[in-house]
């Protein structure tokens, strides 16, 4: 996914891109289920954005999940530049990472749960990176998207941060704040692994198991 591309700090918001002020084309349904990728959604349900490096394994990840992802979609989240294109988020100058946002059922599927599946498909202690993926575009991420989802995220994070100390890893590095802004990305990226099943994945987890989700609560 663009590999050359390398930008390892963030930029500063006065120099990012500027963008344009209306969306970029997508896919109106999930090319998987069906569902409507923008909604509305069923009643009750919830949704987080998640970033985890290259959005195309990592939205796999989640539809992939047996019960309770009601849709899954790939986008641009935590920068500046508005509504970006795949090019300019992969240059690092618009401050966004490339995410996943997963609207779920809670009463099916816990955000316990989701983020179990978060932490233990990617490592989260490498910053501005996954593995030979470089650049602020691939940096671990959270993005909730309402308060009460704060003190759950908190608490899974603590939980996986002991496993990891336990297991000699390094500290976690993924940004965590409430959601700004979720730029749907272009029609091509949405589900790709589905579309090219042999498409690149450079996801990989630390082997640590997260110990929430599980009939573990997070204290």
């Not at 939205?59 to 986008?75: D, H, I, M, S, Y």
């Not at 932490?119 to 993005?143: K, L, M």
Request: charged share 20%.
């Amino acid at each position: 996914m663009l590999l050359f591309r390398k930008r390892p700090e963030m930029p500063d918001p006065a120099d990012t891109l500027p963008g344009r002020p209306n969306p970029i084309p997508t896919a109106r349904t999930h090319f998987v289920n069906g569902a409507p990728l923008k909604g509305p959604y069923p009643e009750g349900t919830e949704t987080v954005v998640l970033g985890l490096g290259c959005f195309w394994g990592a939205e796999r990840k989640f539809w992939q999940l047996p019960q309770g992802v009601v849709v899954t979609a790939v986008g641009y989240a935590g920068g500046t530049t508005p509504n970006p294109t795949y090019e300019e988020a992969c240059s690092g100058l618009t401050g966004h990472t490339e995410a996943v946002l997963v609207a779920f059922d809670p009463e099916i599927l816990p955000l316990e749960s989701v983020l179990k599946t978060f932490f233990e498909s990617h490592d989260p202690t490498q910053g501005h990176r996954q593995g030979n993926d470089v650049g602020t575009q691939y940096r671990s991420a959270i993005y909730t998207t309402d308060p009460s989802q704060e003190a759950t995220v908190l608490a899974v994070r603590d939980a996986y941060a002991e496993a990891l100390h336990e297991a000699g890893r390094g500290a976690i590095t993924t940004e965590i704040k409430p959601l700004d802004r979720f730029y749907f990305a272009e029609d091509y990226h949405q589900q790709y692994l589905a579309k090219n099943p042999a498409g690149y994945c450079g996801l990989g987890g630390t082997g640590v198991s997260c110990p929430v989700g599980t009939g573990v609560a997070a204290a």
